[in-house]
């Protein structure tokens, strides 16, 4: 089992800047692939960007290469996402993902993910 706590997030003036973090503990293992999707009132589940260990590969949507970047620390089994630039329409629940496998097929894929947090609130006010 692996649980996931999500941190960051709230209130946020559009153009400003927020920082989510999720934390993974219990059984992570070495190789495996955090992810960040949100959900909108337009998407269900939207994915954003990825992370994947070894090698620190990093995946991102189109949408949002340039304003969201992910990071992670392995060592702390523990993901970031930052986003710059808060725009009304990122308005959404943003839930970390939990994948078991270093090198994901297809790391957009919700199905690559078998834990998820409870999501985190990010609100962006015009």
């Known amino acids: 089992q692996v649980q996931l706590l999500e941190t960051g997030g709230g209130l946020v003036q559009a153009g400003g800047s927020v920082r989510l973090s999720c934390t993974a503990s219990g059984r992570t293992g070495r190789m495996y692939t955090m992810a960040w999707f949100r959900r909108t009132p337009i998407q269900e589940r939207e994915f954003v960007a990825a992370i994947s260990w070894p090698g620190s590969s990093t995946y991102d949507a189109d949408s949002v290469k340039g304003r969201f970047t992910i990071s992670g620390d392995n060592a702390k089994n523990t993901v970031y996402l930052q986003i710059n630039s808060l725009k009304p329409e990122d308005t959404a629940v943003y839930y970390c993902?939990?994948?078991?496998?270093?090198?994901?097929?297809?790391?957009?894929?919700?199905?690559?993910?078998?834990?998820w947090g409870q999501g985190t609130q990010v609100t962006v006010s015009s």
């Open positions: 993902a939990f994948g078991l496998r270093g090198r994901p097929t297809y790391p957009s894929d919700p199905s690559e993910y078998t834990y």
